[in-house]
């Protein structure tokens, strides 16, 4: 069964660029027919879809972060990562890293990340 | 992008009521590509439901989803303690994907 795994800073500071990498176990990236996305959550709210790449480096993101998202993979690591720059205290939230085909079955636990000086 | 609108807020049901949870759309959603979660607190969304209607592996039978179009229901056919919890909708039809705002289970 197919795990994923959040890692990266828990805090950042205004302005600077929010890293994560997302680890995948129990299953390839390589050649798979899954999407990998990154979802967040601000603490007692709803769910937003940032974006997904596909396993032949073709991403999309949400309109709304577009400008400043950045979604990749590394085969080598069986891992996908995602950057996020500019980020004021409006990004803070749980970031989970999820993999589906549309519909999303396995999510990562989630890690939280902060946004404060 | 599609807006999904979830209702009510909050349903404030019994053990072994009948919970119904509604999912409207801003436009018609590409093939009934709807999927619904569970989210407990300080844990990941579950995924229940896929393709509107098709029940993800393991979910028990008291799950079900239906709907077309830009309508669509979750129903709990008898909550069961452990199925209180945040329910959302999301829709997989057309990019952005989008999330309801959610709607809470709570014990009556």
């Known amino acids: 069964q197919v795990q994923l795994q959040e890692s990266g800073p828990g805090l950042v500071k205004p302005s600077q660029t929010l890293s994560l990498t997302c680890t995948v176990s129990g299953g390839s990236i390589v050649g798979s027919t899954f999407y990998w996305s990154w979802i967040r959550q601000p603490a007692g709210k709803g769910l937003e879809w940032i974006g997904r790449i596909y396993p032949t480096g073709s991403t999309n993101y949400t309109p709304s972060l577009k400008s400043r998202v950045a979604i990749s993979v590394d085969m080598s690591k069986n891992q996908f990562s995602l950057k996020l720059s500019s980020v004021t205290a409006a990004d803070t939230a749980v970031y989970f890293c999820?993999?589906?085909?549309?519909?999303?079955?396995?999510w990562g636990q989630g890690t939280l990340v902060t946004v404060s000086s | 992008e599609s807006v999904l609108t979830q209702s009510p807020g909050t349903l404030s049901l019994s053990p072994g009521e009948r919970a119904t949870l509604s999912c409207r759309a801003s436009q018609s959603v590409n093939s009934n590509y709807l999927a619904w979660y569970q989210q407990k607190p300080g844990q990941a969304p579950r995924l229940l439901i896929y393709g509107a209607s098709s029940r993800a592996t393991g979910i028990p039978d008291r799950f079900s989803g239906s709907g077309s179009g830009t309508d669509f229901t979750l129903t709990i056919s008898r909550l069961e303690p452990e199925d209180f919890a945040v329910y959302y909708c999301?829709?997989?039809?057309?990019?952005?994907?989008?999330f309801g705002q959610g709607t809470k289970v709570e014990v009556k």
């Open positions: 999301q829709q997989y039809g057309s990019t952005p994907w989008t």
């Open positions: 999820v993999r589906g085909r549309g519909w999303f079955d396995s």
